[in-house]
T-cell receptor, first 114, second 110 residues
């Protein structure tokens, strides 16, 4: 089974621009979560989608948004980029079954904001 | 708020020298505790999920255990390829997000 895929793998943007990152979950997985990883803050939760509905959102400003499509693919968008948005953005997919749910991560998109 | 603390921050081992990593947590009702391995520049790779105190899981040289307040990841007779950052995360009941610790970076020298 193919794993979680993320595109693009690397991005360089300048302050003020916006960016869209894409995530394709493992086939059959309906939940997609996004995380930001930085050396200073570690892995922090951005938001989670299930069947096209956002079920949970982390403590990030409104510049960070996302969506999920009917085929479970997900995108996240960051508008008005700031230098501090430079990070590894990770997508994880899962197939919740009752109370058990394991999230599987993709390789990430490395974003550098100049 | 869920809190996860991992120790030590870094661990340098000689090949074959067994050791343990600690993950202490506070969470309002544990849904699951997860261990991941992350290599530089890559996404976290799933290792184990533990759901209840007393549970243990093994995979090759790794063994994870869980109590009501902490989890241990035991590395038995490590090899250089076990060098990585090991991440612990918890998921609270009725929640969908993972709360991660800062990780333990393990370096195994041949």
């Amino acid at each position: 089974k193919a794993g979680v895929t993320q595109t693009p793998r690397y991005l360089i943007k300048t302050r003020g621009q916006q960016v869209t990152l894409s995530c394709s979950p493992i086939s059959g997985h309906r939940s997609v979560s996004w995380y930001q990883q930085t050396p200073g803050q570690g892995l922090q939760f951005l938001f989670e989608y299930f069947s096209e509905t956002q079920r949970n959102k982390g403590n990030f400003p409104g510049r960070f948004s996302g969506r999920q499509f009917s085929n479970s693919r997900s995108e996240m968008n960051v508008s008005t980029l700031e230098l501090g948005d430079s990070a590894l953005y990770l997508c994880a997919s899962s197939n919740p079954q009752g109370s058990q749910e394991t999230q599987y991560f993709g390789p990430g998109t490395r974003l550098l904001v100049l | 708020e869920d809190q996860v603390t991992q120790s030590p921050e870094a661990l340098r081992l000689q090949e074959g020298e067994s050791s343990s990593l600690n993950c202490s947590y506070t969470v309002s009702g544990l849904r699951g505790l997860f261990w991941y391995r992350q290599d530089p520049g890559k996404g976290p790779e799933f290792l184990f999920t533990l759901y209840s105190a007393g549970e243990e899981k093994e995979k090759e040289r790794l063994k994870a255990t869980l109590t009501k307040k902490e989890s241990f990841l035991h590395i038995t007779a490590p090899k250089p390829e076990d060098s990585a950052t090991y991440l612990c995360a918890v998921q609270a009941a009725n929640d969908y997000k993972l709360s991660f610790g800062a990780g333990t970076t393990v370096t195994v020298r041949a």
